[in-house]
């Protein structure tokens, strides 16, 4: 049976795609703008006013300048080893956590869960946890980026939610059939919340990626310094060298400038090719919890 549409629903969805089209290009163009800005002619760049709808001129010096230095290889493969280590951690802690948490039969489960929802507001604070890292002799080393964030309180409650929404009669034919906790965990509620899973994996994977600030705090050895710290340091010397060549005169504050956006671009277009793989599972798995029956 056809539903008829009604004029005022015309109207609602032409608004409604218009709308999105704007949040689309407001979203959008800031990143264009440092892809366009990051391979222009630093010196056409200095001249351009206005908004910035393609590259002015074309130079990769600003990528050359970024890519010169010996560190980068190294932090993208620290990078990669916290990425990997850090979210495969993250994902095993988070499952049987939130496996143990969505079973009725757990004693006290409501207190640990408050317990759990009370440190998302909460927490002991940047002085503590340094001085508990650095306790566990975990100061320069790996494990201090990835071990104390194990386990996000947020994603936590999202499995957990996700868990018990499977139906509870397919645990008990498993469970008559002689399946164990893991078993059933495995088998059963993992494949089942797939789509959350991918939405996890991709929420860790992101923070691994974008962390920076817990490595500036706990890691001394320039070896073991993720992307992300290393291209503040790059950012940090361009900046400096801006100044100087500023107060100078000198033409290098101009791809200094170039290298800015080339330092963003190396930063973020990586983990955004990632998106595209897990963009269904995100889809499904945010919505978990919205509709219930």
Not at 94 to 109: F, I, K
Not at 218 to 236: A, C, D, G, K, W
């Amino acid at each position: 049976m056809k539903i008829k549409r009604k004029p005022q629903d015309a109207v609602f969805d032409f608004c409604n795609v218009a709308f999105m089209t704007v949040m689309m290009v407001v979203t959008l163009y800031p990143m264009l703008h440092v892809l366009f800005a990051s391979v222009s002619d630093a010196n056409a760049l200095q001249q351009h006013r206005g908004l910035l709808f393609a590259p002015t001129g074309f130079s990769l010096a600003a990528y050359g300048k970024v890519f010169e230095n010996p560190m980068i290889p190294v932090g993208y493969a620290n990078t990669l080893i916290y990425l990997f280590f850090g979210t495969l951690i993250n994902v095993v802690l988070t499952t049987l956590g939130a496996y143990a948490l969505s079973r009725p039969s757990l004693m006290l489960g409501k207190y640990i869960m408050f317990g759990i929802v009370f440190t998302m507001l909460f927490s002991g604070g940047m002085i503590p946890t340094y001085l508990l890292i650095r306790d566990l002799h975990m100061i320069n080393s790996r494990l201090a980026l990835m071990i104390p964030n194990a386990i996000s309180a947020w994603n936590l409650v999202i499995m957990r939610t996700a868990f018990r929404g499977v139906p509870p009669s397919m645990e008990e034919s498993a469970k008559i059939d002689g399946a164990n906790d893991f078993t059933i965990l495995l088998r059963i509620f993992v494949p089942l919340s797939l789509p959350v899973l991918s939405v996890i994996v991709l929420f860790y994977g992101v923070s691994h990626w974008n962390s920076w600030f817990n490595a500036m705090l706990y890691i001394r050895q320039r070896t073991l310094y993720p992307i992300q710290l290393v291209l503040r340091e790059i950012l940090l010397i361009s900046t400096a060298d801006m100044t100087t060549s500023v107060n100078t005169g000198d033409d290098k504050a101009n791809i200094g400038e170039t290298i800015k956006y080339a330092t963003v671009a190396v930063a973020t277009l990586p983990i955004l090719f990632v998106y595209p793989f897990l963009q269904k599972y995100f889809v499904k798995g945010i919505m978990v919890g919205a509709i219930k029956e």
